[in-house]
T-cell receptor, first 115, second 116 residues
Framework: GAGVSQTPSNKVTEKGKYVELRCDPI?????LYWYRQSLGQGPEFLIYFQGTGAADDSGLPNDRFFAVRPEGSVSTLKIQRTERGDSAVYLC?????????????FGEGSWLTVV | KQEVTQIPAALSVPEGENLVLNCSFTDSAIYNLQWFRQDPGKGLTSLLLIQSSQREQTSGRLNASLDKSSGRSTLYIAASQPGDSATYLC???????????????FGRGTQLTVWP
């Protein structure tokens, strides 16, 4: 597609429920990133994929968070037993190839509210 | 751990002013630095990317400089316009664990308002 696509754009869920957030990166981009942004804060790194494998998952806050990218394209961020503190914007981004000269492209985010 | 600080947190100016936004980072071992713009309720749009070997980049009315040794970058906006109103975020790419695709470390941003 033309840009990074994220669905849903908004999600309201009850505390304790399971949530899946989907990211469709720009076609051909090998690297995919998930960030979380709370109000008034900068984006906080969660995980990034190089192809199908998670190259760095050190930003995942705890074992309730998990992400997959089974075919090296679309990725899903999964949150189990949601808590009110999980409320944030979840941003996905992708980059075209290796090399530090390639810029990163962000989607518009999935706004998650846990009530 | 890399920490990125942006000053000021907020800035409100009349149209036409030239502006300087500041970014500092604690670890100078970076691959590049990027400046992003974020409009309310939207994702991030990359404005400028400066490689670690470069000193500055320019795009239209925007100029970004990088002093890697001192851990600082500035974003200069010339002749500001109301349409420039947004949050401006600075991020450094450190390339963790030897990977050039590593995470970005973001500051909290500078919220800019340009009034007519």
């Amino acid at each position: 597609g033309a840009g990074v696509s994220q669905t849903p754009s908004n999600k309201v869920t009850e505390k304790g429920k399971y949530v899946e957030l989907r990211c469709d990166p720009i076609s051909g981009h090998t690297a995919l990133y998930w960030y979380r942004q709370s109000l008034g804060q900068g984006p906080e790194f969660l995980i990034y994929f190089q192809g199908t494998g998670a190259a760095d998952d050190s930003g995942l806050p705890n074992d309730r968070f998990f992400a997959v990218r089974p075919e090296g394209s679309v990725s899903t961020l999964k949150i189990q037993r949601t808590e009110r503190g999980d409320s944030a914007v979840y941003l996905c981004a992708s980059r075209p190839k290796t090399g530090s000269g390639n810029t990163i492209y962000f989607g518009e985010g999935s706004w998650l509210t846990v009530v | 751990k890399q920490e990125v600080t942006q000053i000021p947190a907020a800035l409100s100016v009349p149209e036409g002013e030239n502006l300087v936004l500041n970014c500092s980072f604690t670890d100078s071992a970076i691959y590049n630095l990027q400046w992003f713009r974020q409009d309310p309720g939207k994702g991030l749009t990359s404005l400028l990317l400066i490689q670690s070997s470069q000193r500055e980049q320019t795009s239209g009315r925007l100029n970004a400089s990088l002093d890697k040794s001192s851990g600082r970058s500035t974003l200069y906006i010339a002749a500001s316009q109301p349409g420039d109103s947004a949050t401006y975020l600075c991020a450094v790419h450190r390339g963790d664990r030897g990977s050039t695709l590593g995470r970005l470390y973001f500051g909290r941003g500078t919220q800019l308002t340009v009034w007519p």
